[in-house]
């Protein structure tokens, strides 16, 4: 067999290999299985033979828009935009949050006054210490115009993304509390007001994390100090982790969460 050819075959043992898990499935710990190494391999190896580049493909085209391209043989596939189901057996992440910044005392956008001409802020914007959501603090001597305040960004996992948060018709401070994890905010837009009022964004407790997990048990080990905690709740829908108690300066946090 030619080198190209070995390395061909190799190639195909890992893609096979990577579908196994892509399909949420775990191959039998050998040891306990009974099968020695030289056997599955010689297993994996006969399979290869009778399995096509147009066979794989095929099982490739499971979700989403995946696409398949190029050639065992040639040692170039490609796959592009694989949609996973579930979790990837036996695979999980530890997610480390050093020196975090106080949730009380820390601004994303210090108060800035709103004039009636404001539609937009795009300046002095400074971006969260980790992905996490943000706390948008209206206050203003008159009655502000009810909208939505919305936040413009990139979130935990890299999506541009928006976020609408509801302001109401009065005169007191507002408090609106988001969801997003924002790694980075671009701009927070006003409402069309009447009068001008004070707005300051502020950083939350909830942290982004990497991946969205199917279930919140997805989660399974939280430490602070390393000193592990009960102390949180898990959103499925925004891949966030609320701390629910006040995050001071310096907390450090451990987040462990299944792939």
């Known amino acids: 067999m030619s080198t190209r050819n070995t390395t061909g075959l190799r190639l195909a043992v890992l893609v096979t290999l990577a579908l196994v898990l892509l399909a949420g499935l775990t191959l039998p710990v050998l040891a306990e299985s009974g099968i020695s190494r030289q056997s599955f391999e010689w297993i ?3 399979m290869l033979t ?3 580049d147009t066979d794989l493909k095929a099982d490739l085209a499971v979700g989403g828009d995946a696409a398949v391209s190029g050639d065992i043989s040639a040692d170039d596939l490609t796959i592009n935009d694989v949609t996973i189901s579930g979790n990837i057996g036996t695979r999980a992440l530890v997610l480390r949050l050093q020196d975090v910044a106080d949730d009380t005392a820390t601004n994303v ?3 800035t006054a709103v004039a009636t001409t404001t539609s937009s802020i795009t300046t002095n ?3 969260p210490d ?6 948008v603090t209206l206050s203003s001597t008159a009655q502000r115009a009810a909208g939505n305040i919305t936040i413009t960004g990139v ?3 890299g999506t541009a993304t928006t976020e609408l948060l509801a302001m109401t018709a009065i005169t007191a401070t507002q408090i609106l509390t988001g969801n997003v994890p924002w790694a980075g905010i671009t701009s927070v837009a006003i409402p069309t007001q009447t009068g001008a009022f004070t707005i300051s964004v502020g950083l939350g407790e909830k942290f982004g994390l990497p991946l969205l997990p199917v279930a919140s048990g997805d989660v399974f080990k939280v430490t602070k100090t390393n000193v592990p905690t009960t102390a949180y709740t898990v959103n499925t829908t925004y891949g966030t982790v609320d701390m629910t108690a006040d995050v001071s300066a ?5 987040i462990w969460v299944k792939q």
């Not at 980790?130 to 706390?135: A, L, Q």
């Not at 310096?250 to 451990?254: R, T």
Request: glycine share 4%.
């Open 44 to 46: 994996v190896a006969k």
């Open 50 to 52: 009778v399995q096509s």
């Open 109 to 111: 956008l210090a108060a």
């Open 125 to 127: 914007i400074t971006n």
């Open 130 to 135: 980790y992905p996490r959501n943000v706390v």
């Open 155 to 157: 979130d935990a996992r």
């Open 250 to 254: 310096n907390d450090d946090f451990g």
